[in-house]
C-alpha cells in the first residue's frame, strides 16, 4: 500500500488494504470487482411519536456480498453511523465470516441515534419500528438477512428484533434464527454475549503458541505478566481484558474510555473498574491508578501489547509514529487507516488484524443459528451419555489400582473434572477455541509461505478473498 498523504475514509481504507492483497493474487479483473464492491446498501428514514412530537430516524442496512446467503453481521446504534461507515463493516464481515470458515455472506446495519438520550421505552418503539422497517423487506430473516449486536445494541435490543419478527411472520417456525446474540430466554446461546472478547483471547493465545510469530513482534515467554492497554471497556474490550487479566496473568496497565483513561503498572483491577463506569459512565475518579484526562495519549504509552476494542480510525497517520506497543490486536473493526497500517509496518510492527481477532461474535452467533434451527439445544443428547461412560472408565481404573495394590487412587478433583460431560457452554467455547487457532493457521501459512506478504492482515485478506472467489467460481460467476 503507498501511504496517501491525507486519510482516506473508512470504506475507502478497507478497499485499500483489499486491493493490496488482491494485486498478490491472481483473480479475473472482473471477479476482483465482484468481490470488492458492495451489491446494495438501504437507507430507511422513519418517524416515531416520542414526547409529543415525530422524531425522524436514519437507519442503513448494507449487504456487501451474497456469496453465501444468509448474509450477516450486527446492528450498530450510534451517532457517528453513516453509509460509508456501515459499509466498510458490511465489506469486513464478508471477509470475517469467510476467514473463520463461517457460512455466511457479509452484511451490517446502522441507526443514527444516540441510545443513551432515550429511556428504555422509547428504544423499545425506535428500535421495532426499525426491525419492521428492515423485515419488510427481507433484510431481517433467518434465510436471507440476520442481524445481531453491535456497538450501542445488545440482548435487549434482539429480543425486541426477534419479538417483533414473529409478530409480523407468525407461523415462521425457524423465526427465532432471524437474529443472533439474543438472551438465553429468548432463543439465545450459552457464551454469546463473551464471544467476541473470548475470541480475542483465543486469538491472542494462539499467537503466543507460534515462537517465530512472537519474535516477529520482538516479544518472548508467554502472556504472564505482558503488560496490555487496552481501548474500550464495552462488551468486547471487558471481556477481553477480563479473560486476559484472570486467565491468563496479562497486567491491564492502561484502559482508556470516553472520558479519559486509567494507567497502573501494577494493573488495573478490571471487575472494580467496570463497575465504576457502570455506576459513574467513566473512569474518572476511579480510585485505583493514575487518572490521563488525555485517553488518547495511552494508545502511545509503552506496553507489550495494544487492543483497540472501541471506535474505528484511532490509529491513524496523526499518531501511528509515536505507537510504541510491538504488538497490535485489533479487536475493534477498522481501528487502523491505511496509511496508519503502512507506516506501523515499516516500524516493525506485529498487527492482528480486525477480520481474524474479533471474529469470535459472529462465530458464536453461527452456533446460535444452527441451534434456533436445529430446535434444540447443543449438548442435550450426549450429555449424561458421555459422564456415564466417563463414570465406567473412572471406576474400572479405581478397581484395577486397588487390586495392583496401589498407594494412591484418582484423586476426587480428576474424577469430577473427568467424569463431566460437556454442556452448551463448554461446546461453544471448544468450537470458538477450534475455530480461532484454525483460521490463525490458515493466515500464518500465507503470511511465512507467499511471496510478497509481510503482514497478517494482507493474509488474512488473501485467505478470504480466496474463499469467497472459490465460492463464486462454483456459481458459474
Ligand atoms: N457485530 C459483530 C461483528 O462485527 C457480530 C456480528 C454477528 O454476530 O453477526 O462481528
Known amino acids: 500500500m503507498n501511504a496517501p498523504h491525507r486519510e482516506p475514509g473508512f470504506r475507502d481504507s478497507v478497499n485499500m488494504m483489499f486491493n493490496h492483497a488482491v494485486r498478490l493474487m ?5 471477479l476482483e470487482e465482484k468481490i470488492r464492491v458492495c451489491n446494495s446498501t438501504y437507507t430507511v428514514r422513519f418517524g416515531v411519536r416520542l414526547r409529543g412530537t415525530i422524531h425522524t430516524f436514519t437507519g442503513y442496512r448494507s449487504v456487501h456480498s451474497e456469496h453465501m446467503e444468509p448474509v450477516k453481521g450486527g446492528i450498530r446504534f450510534a451517532m457517528g453511523v453513516n453509509q460509508d461507515e456501515v459499509e466498510a463493516l458490511a465489506a469486513l464481515m464478508t471477509f ?27 428504544m423499545e418503539l425506535i428500535t421495532r419500528r426499525f426491525a419492521y422497517e428492515l423485515a419488510k423487506r427481507d433484510l431481517i430473516h433467518p434465510s436471507q438477512n440476520v442481524p445481531a449486536p453491535d456497538m450501542g445494541t445488545g440482548e435487549r435490543e434482539m429480543a425486541w428484533i426477534v419479538d417483533q419478527y414473529r409478530r409480523m411472520n407468525t407461523t415462521d417456525i425457524n423465526a427465532s434464527a432471524c437474529v443472533t446474540g439474543k438472551p438465553l430466554n429468548a432463543g439465545g446461546i450459552a457464551g454469546r454475549v463473551e464471544a467476541t472478547g473470548r475470541g480475542v483471547q483465543y486469538a491472542i493465545q494462539e499467537f503466543f503458541r507460534h515462537p517465530e510469530d512472537l519474535k516477529a513482534a520482538g516479544l518472548e515467554g508467554d502472556l504472564e505478566g505482558k503488560r496490555v492497554v487496552i481501548q474500550g471497556l464495552g462488551n468486547v474490550g471487558y471481556h477481553a481484558a477480563k479473560f486476559l487479566s484472570e486467565e491468563d496473568g496479562c497486567k491491564i496497565v492502561g484502559v482508556i474510555e470516553r472520558d479519559g483513561a486509567i494507567l497502573d503498572p501494577n ?42 476494542a472501541a471506535l474505528e480510525s484511532v490509529i491513524n497517520l496523526t499518531n501511528a509514529e509515536r505507537i510504541k506497543a510491538p504488538l497490535i490486536v485489533e479487536a475493534a473493526n477498522g481501528p487502523i487507516t491505511a496509511g496508519a497500517d ?37 449438548g442435550r443428547m450426549q450429555r449424561r451419555q458421555e459422564e456415564a461412560q466417563n463414570q465406567m472408565l473412572v471406576k474400572e481404573i479405581d478397581r484395577i489400582l486397588s487390586v495392583s495394590g496401589a ?71
Open 342 to 378: 503502512d507506516i506501523l509496518r515499516s516500524r516493525g510492527k506485529v498487527i492482528i488484524p480486525d477480520l481474524y481477532v474479533n471474529a469470535g461474535g459472529v462465530t458464536v452467533s453461527y452456533f446460535e443459528w444452527v441451534k434456533n434451527l436445529s430446535h434444540i439445544r447443543f
Open 96 to 122: 470475517k465470516c469467510a476467514l473463520v470458515e463461517v457460512p455466511f455472506g457479509g452484511s451490517k446495519g446502522g441507526l443514527r441515534i444516540d441510545p443513551r438520550e432515550w429511556d428504555e421505552h422509547e
Open 26 to 30: 491472481d483473480l479475473t479483473p472482473g
Open 267 to 308: 494493573g488495573i483491577p478490571i471487575e472494580f473498574l467496570r463497575s465504576h463506569v457502570q455506576a459513574s459512565g467513566g473512569v474518572k475518579d476511579f480510585p485505583r491508578g493514575t487518572y490521563v484526562e488525555d485517553g488518547q495519549s495511552l494508545l502511545e504509552h509503552d506496553c507489550d501489547i495494544l487492543i483497540p
Open 407 to 477: 498407594e494412591h487412587g484418582l484423586s476426587k478433583a480428576f474424577k469430577e473434572q473427568f467424569v463431566r460431560g460437556a454442556g452448551e457452554l463448554e461446546l461453544v467455547r471448544s468450537g470458538l477455541d477450534d475455530t480461532m487457532r484454525t483460521a490463525y493457521q490458515s493466515m500464518r501459512e500465507v503470511w511465512h509461505s507467499r511471496k510478497g506478504v509481510e503482514d497478517l492482515r494482507t493474509a488474512a485478506y488473501i485467505v478470504s478473498i480466496g474463499r469467497v472467489a472459490g465460492s463464486y467460481r462454483s456459481k458459474g460467476l
